[in-house]
């Protein structure tokens, strides 16, 4: 008789650590799903779970295809762009326009920043 029946290998223990890496915190999940749900609704683990796995699984379709137009371009980054390119190439595009512009309001706030910081250096300068 076997005395290992049930138990994993460590070949599998090492694919789920993988996986579980490569999924969204389920906390994230959950909190971003309790937004859009009423203050008195419930959410079991289960669903939870499915929609850390189907939200992380299409993080990975939308990055893969990207990645792969960075490499026929000969580019190591992706970027924004790069991103909502993706998302219009497989079909997405009711998702691409509102990422477009919240990328476009990002960086428009980014160099808010960068010309507040700079005033402040100037500032400081003549001091």
Not at 107 to 120: F, K, L, M, S, Y
Request: with cysteine; net charge negative.
């Amino acid at each position: 008789m076997d005395d290992n029946i049930g138990a994993r290998s460590s070949n599998e223990d090492n694919y789920m650590i993988k996986e579980q890496e490569q999924l969204l915190p389920i906390a994230n999940v959950g909190r971003i799903m309790k937004q859009i749900l009423p203050p008195n609704a419930k959410i079991s683990k289960e669903a939870k779970e499915t929609m850390q796995e189907c939200v992380s699984e299409f993080i990975s379709f939308v990055t893969s295809e990207a990645s792969e137009k960075c490499r026929k371009e000969r580019r190591k980054t992706v970027n924004g762009d790069d991103v909502c390119w993706a998302l219009e190439t497989l079909g997405f595009d009711d998702y691409a326009g509102p990422v477009r512009r919240y990328l476009h309001r990002y960086r428009e706030q980014e160099v808010d920043r960068a010309n507040q910081e700079n005033g402040r250096n100037i500032l400081k300068d003549l001091e």
